[in-house]
């Protein structure tokens, strides 16, 4: 499967946004995905996650309450609203997808990668 990240961009602290992942090649039904993120000088980190089926979600503490994962299967499409956006959240996004570990927080549980997309929040 291709993943495909976008709707990133620069963002005033407390606004929103919502990034998109388009999955191409296979149908995303199939697949467990999540979110991680990148800063500038840190290790990539988990954002959120969600089940195949869309039963199960995970959040990093950091994001409960502010994020939301979703899934539309009939459009191949995961999406990641943002809310209540904090200068912390400036990152590059990833979506990743797996296939056989569920709604993991572990990047290397993940088989398949997006190119990411840049999220800037100016305080």
């Known amino acids: 499967v291709q993943l495909q990240a976008s709707g990133g961009g620069l963002m005033q602290a407390g606004g929103s946004l919502r990034l998109s992942c388009a999955a191409s090649?296979?149908?995303?039904?199939?697949?467990?995905m999540a979110w991680f993120r990148q800063a500038p000088g840190k290790e990539r980190e988990f954002v959120a996650a969600?089940?195949?089926?869309?039963?199960?979600?995970r959040y990093a503490d950091s994001m409960k309450g502010r994020f939301t994962i979703s899934r539309d299967n009939a459009k191949s499409t995961v999406y990641l609203q943002m809310n209540s956006l904090e200068s912390e959240d400036t990152a590059v996004y990833y979506c990743?997808?797996?296939?056989?570990?569920?709604?993991?927080?572990?990047?290397?549980?993940?088989?398949?990668w997006g190119q990411g997309t840049q999220v800037t929040v100016s305080s």
């Open positions: 990743a997808a797996n296939t056989y570990w569920g709604a993991s927080r572990r990047a290397g549980e993940y088989e398949y």
């Open positions: 090649g296979r149908t995303l039904s199939s697949y467990n």
């Open positions: 969600l089940s195949s089926g869309g039963g199960v979600s």
